[in-house]
């Protein structure tokens, strides 16, 4: 029987993607012009990053001083660090994107090193899902344009780092693997092997994505090699090398099986939450791909014609394949976009009540836009779709650069209580704003909060302790490199320091921990509740040490002698 998967689809879509009107070199002209402009998209799309002092984030901040904690733990002038802070003793599946940050740090300052790891993870992400696309077709250059409104989504901007780069590592490691998988060779093993253990620890559903679509794509393969082969009574043979495969695969990521069977032991499954598990709900994300949205609704001016150009573009590959009566290898992708589907709708799974149904959303997406790549579109069709997409990342980058320099002016008036703040003292910022509402008479945003974490920044700037960093809380999350001591950890022994209005016992800190709050940080209070808590406990211990001309930002300074 033959050793190779059927592979005769490609150099058929290769043939009829040449057979357009004009030569060769026409072609080669074409071709060159479709990769620049790609090129040249992802140069723009990362140009903003570089316009601004910040990244506007939800968690990216926390990240950043993970990252500057891994960096200055040993250094001998860090010994509130040390006090406050510990490593992680397990091994996490969320680690690599804070140790690539802190390694790049030690070269550039952090922030700097935030706008290069975001960089690199774009060309990534980009180069990719691009070459995923062209394993299935290497005429499918303009279907990967497809992939590029996808890249700053909600999970960019919401900061989940390791997140998005194990999305990116999953995308190489597919790619990597599907133009060799009739061919894996010892070192080509190897290679697979290291890039699942780097996804495992960068993200642990990364990982479980990528063996679950070389997992599909394999059986797949098998199938139709099983189909072909009862007709010459070979189905033994076709089933032996099945599982011959398999094994070999299994083996080849047993490192990063272990891994996540070891998180699942410390942290258990447990139900999704009710919301979770609506199916409406969960049908209307779907259709509407939300996870691209960060900021605003009115972001269906970009999303919503690039999900009717998906469904347009699925809606013509069902039809050819229908007219063409058998499936491609290609089609493997349908089935793990079917496959996923139904997990997302039927599997309602997680851990610690994390919410994850989004998250294949990216997945879904991404699995299309590879199947997309089989589709046999006229040339005209290809240039029009990558002009197209062209001008839509156009808007969306450019809407992108408006957004991070509105939230650059409030992060800076957050931040400038830094020049207020001791050194290496401990700042808990408590917040009344809450997203979906006004600041300061603006509408700011709709899904994302760029200001949750900002405290943080004011942290690294003073070398002192955020107690405002649920990531480190063991008590919340725990799966992070590095954690609050548990006698320290804020959201255990004050409340839940995120809670809004905050709802907390300030001085039972020092009473329980023997460690001061030194300040505390108010944003957007707007004095309708002064015999609220919170504020009984700031008159009793705490004096005003700062407030920004907007009244955006106070900040209390704990009283010397005070209790």
């Known amino acids: 029987m033959p050793t190779t998967v059927p592979m005769g689809d490609r150099a058929g879509m ?119 696309v062209l394993a299935v077709n290497p005429s499918g250059g303009a279907v990967s344009y497809l992939l590029l409104p996808t890249v700053f989504s909600y999970f960019a901007h919401d900061g989940y780092y390791n997140f998005i780069l194990g999305m990116a590592l999953c995308f190489l490691g597919i790619g990597l693997w599907y133009t060799r998988r009739a061919r894996l060779t010892a070192g080509w093993l190897a290679i697979l092997a290291f890039v699942g253990i780097v996804t495992v620890c960068t993200h642990l559903f990364s990982f479980l994505m990528l063996i679950f ?68 709900n969960l049908l209307k994300h779907l259709l509407t791909l939300s996870y691209l949205y960060s900021f605003d609704p009115i972001e269906i001016l970009f999303f919503g014609p690039l999900v009717a150009l998906l469904a347009g573009l699925a809606v013509r590959l069902l039809i050819q394949r229908a007219r063409q009566s058998r499936l491609m290898p290609a089609d493997a992708f349908l089935l793990v976009l079917v496959c996923l589907v139904g997990v997302y709708f039927f599997v309602p799974l997680t851990t610690k009540e994390v919410a994850i149904s989004q998250r294949f959303l990216g997945y879904i997406t991404a699995i299309l836009i590879v199947w997309l790549a089989s589709i046999e579109l006229p040339r005209r069709w290809r240039t029009g779709l990558a002009a197209g997409v062209a001008a839509l990342v156009l808007a969306i980058t450019a809407y992108r650069g408006w957004k991070y320099e509105l939230y650059n002016g409030l992060i800076d008036v957050y931040v400038s209580a830094s020049d207020h703040v001791e050194p290496h003292s401990t700042v808990l910022a408590l917040h009344y704003w809450k997203q979906r509402e006004p600041l300061a008479g603006r509408q700011i945003t709709w899904r994302t909060d760029p200001f949750r974490h ?27 490199p590095v954690i609050y001591r548990p006698a320290l950890d804020p959201y255990a022994v004050m409340g839940d320091v995120e809670s809004n209005p905050p709802e907390i016992d300030l001085l039972g800190f020092e009473e329980r921990t023997g460690e001061r709050v030194d300040y505390v940080l ?32 106070r900040l209390y300074r704990k009283r010397d002698g005070g209790p």
């Open 213 to 280: 679509v070389i997992g599909v794509v394999t059986t797949f393969d098998y199938a139709r090699k099983a189909w072909e082969a009862r007709k010459t009574g070979e189905l033994h043979d076709v089933a032996l090398a099945y599982v011959g495969r398999a094994s070999i695969l299994v083996l080849t990521f047993l490192p990063g099986i272990w891994v996540v069977a070891s998180f699942v032991l410390r942290h258990g499954v447990t139900d999704a939450v009710a919301h979770e598990q609506d199916k409406l």
């Open 522 to 553: 108010i944003w957007d209070y707007d004095g309708t509740m002064p015999e609220d808590s919170l504020h009984r406990q700031l008159a009793q211990a705490y004096v005003p040490a700062y407030a920004a001309a907007d009244g955006l930002v």
């Open 454 to 480: 900002a405290a943080s920044y004011i942290a690294m700037r003073t070398g002192g302790i955020d107690l405002r960093s649920s990531m480190m809380a063991q008590s919340v999350y725990g799966y992070f």
């Open 14 to 132: 290769a043939v009829r993607a040449g057979a357009t009107p004009g030569n060769a070199a026409v072609q080669r002209r074409w071709r060159m012009s479709e990769r620049t402009g790609f090129l040249a998209l992802l140069g723009l799309m990362i140009l903003p990053l570089w316009l601004f002092t910040y990244f506007p984030s939800t968690d990216g901040p926390v990240h950043l001083n993970i990252a500057t904690i891994i960096r200055d733990y040993d250094d001998p002038a860090s010994t509130r660090l040390r006090a406050f802070f510990q490593f992680n003793e397990n091994i996490e599946p969320n680690i690599v994107a804070h140790h690539l940050i802190a390694w790049l740090s030690r070269v550039t300052g952090i922030v700097t090193a935030e706008k290069i790891f975001l960089s690199l993870w774009v060309l990534l992400f980009c180069l990719a899902g691009r070459a995923m």
